[in-house]
């Protein structure tokens, strides 16, 4: 039984880390009747999920247009949101890079057939895959050798790896079946093929009729359709807020007010004993010095950020959260009046493929799917860039990488003349990478959390790393200590 109190320097329960994971986890216990002294070592919460509001635009600094699973509703409704929601198209045209011109991506069995993305050959292999029988290897796939060994070289190249690049920023070539995409195995596995396992969970979805869904703008802007089964349909609502994905951070940390502390770096975290004999609480001390006696702590920092505050309490566990990989991510978010861009910039975007050598990742095309992000006759897109095993990007300055993204733009999209604002970011380590090999991992830092009664982690590296994975991440953690408090 974990004692909840709040006695001079001793806490009911510390959040280490205001980003969205952190944020909703006090969030939650606030509501549960746990007060939740927050520590943050910047000076706003939120993490990477910012918004920059200036000379009449809005430039995104994390997540550009996500999607909210029921977790992130939920949170919505709490926080009294709803009138801010705006809702993305879940059919806009996403565009892939292929020797130098835009396709449309397939999303549906008679896109396939009509891109110019892939051959004859490759479409067949997509197609056929539910006529056909196979069953996954005893040992973990990359999602390279998934994608070659199911549906061939051209598949992973120009529709597997852009969307993979786009999303999680990974090498597929590293990436991990089991921790990355553990559905789709367990659809080969159960049905013998990705596809009849596809369609399965896409009915279930749409025969589902809950209460909670049909709360939502989400299911009044259903997704599913009559006609050709989109891969979109299957998927939550995607969009955004009238001012912002930084709407969201910014009301769960007015709700939280005085619980959060910024400029506060955590140096340590350490067991001690507690007033009883077979009960430990834990001490926080900070780089000024300063020490906080918890019966609870919540870390909801990225891996890397969590390793070092546990490296003298528990070295297997700061060993395993160092060992986590991270990927590199240079957001450029630029623009343009509207008649410097020769492009329609019709849908949500595209997506760069490996093979075409760019720097650039992805592009998103802000005021198309958010027509207030910009004034009138402007637009904004923002440009990802980030390639891990690219040494000359890594040693590139930052106005040199910034123009190189632009100049590909400007190539692709016919644009002409420089833009007339910008905002940059660069983070070294922006996503954690679920390689070959995670699965284990995460599994070991499970088995080590559960000896540790009252300490809990939260964050992307663990379960997933969506908005909505790092909500849910949040809200369990608060509920496993509210429930442990009650036992």
């Known amino acids: 039984m974990i004692k909840l109190h709040a006695v001079g320097n001793i806490r009911k329960a510390v959040v280490v880390g205001a980003g969205i994971s952190g944020l909703a986890c006090a969030f939650r216990l606030q509501q549960l009747g746990i007060r939740a002294l927050i520590l943050e070592a910047g000076a706003k919460a939120g993490g990477v ?7 009449g635009f809005l430039f995104e600094a994390g997540p550009q247009c996500p999607r909210f699973p029921q977790s992130v509703w939920t949170l919505i409704r709490e926080l009294g949101l709803k009138d801010e929601f705006v809702a993305g198209d879940p059919r806009a045209k996403r565009y892939i890079l292929r020797d130098g011109a835009l396709h449309q991506a397939p999303f549906s069995a008679s896109g396939l057939l009509s891109t110019r993305l892939v051959s004859l050959k490759s479409k067949y292999r997509v197609l056929s895959e539910i006529f056909r029988h196979s069953h996954p290897p005893a040992r973990e796939e990359s999602l390279a050798e998934f994608v070659d060994r199911k549906f061939g070289g051209e598949v992973l190249d120009y529709l597997a790896d852009p969307f993979i690049s786009t999303i999680f920023f990974g090498d597929p070539h590293k990436m991990g079946m089991y921790s990355a995409f553990p559905s789709l195995v367990e659809w ?8 009849r396992g596809a369609i399965r969970a896409y009915r279930a979805k749409r025969d589902a009729k809950t209460k909670s869904a049909s ?3 989400a299911a009044n802007d259903s997704n599913v359709k009559r006609g050709d089964l989109h891969v979109t349909d299957a998927l ?4 955004s807020f009238k001012k912002g994905m930084g709407t969201l951070v910014e009301r769960l940390a007015e709700q939280l007010g005085e619980n959060i502390r910024f400029a506060t770096n955590v140096k340590f975290i350490t067991a001690r004993n507690g007033d009883d004999e077979d009960e430990r609480c834990w001490r926080i001390r900070s780089s000024s010095g300063d020490e906080i006696d918890a019966d609870a702590v919540v ?3 990225p891996a890397y950020g969590a390793a070092p505050l546990l490296i003298e309490s528990m070295p297997k566990l700061s060993a395993l959260l160092a060992g986590i990989e991270h990927a590199p991510m240079d957001v450029v978010s630029s623009a343009f009046d509207r008649k410097q861009v020769r492009h329609p910039l019709d849908g949500f975007g595209f997506m760069v ?4 050598g760019l720097h650039t990742i992805c592009t998103f095309w802000n005021s198309s799917l958010f027509p207030s992000h910009a004034r009138s006759g402007t637009v904004v897109m923002t440009s990802l860039a980030a390639r891990g095993s690219d040494a000359n990007l890594n040693e590139m300055p930052g106005d ?3 123009q190189q993204v632009e100049a ?3 190539s692709v999209l016919g644009i002409t003349g420089l833009p007339i604002d910008r905002m940059t970011w660069k983070y070294p380590r922006a996503l954690p990478q679920y390689n070959v090999g995670h699965a284990q991992k995460v599994k070991e830092i499970r088995e080590a959390l559960s000896q540790l009664p009252g300490f809990l982690l939260a964050g992307n590296y663990l379960a997933g790393r969506s908005i909505g994975d790092c909500v849910e991440a949040g809200f369990q953690a608060a509920d496993q200590l509210h429930s442990r408090s009650q036992s």
């Open 49 to 55: 999920i910012s918004t920059v509001r200036k000379n």
């Open 188 to 195: 080969e596995q159960s049905r013998g093929s990705v596809v």
């Open 236 to 239: 939550p609502s995607l969009g």
């Open 353 to 356: 493929p490996r093979r075409e």
């Open 400 to 402: 040199r990488l910034v």
């Open 408 to 410: 590909e733009n400007a």
């Open 215 to 217: 709360e939502s703008p």
């Open 299 to 301: 870390v909801a920092t």
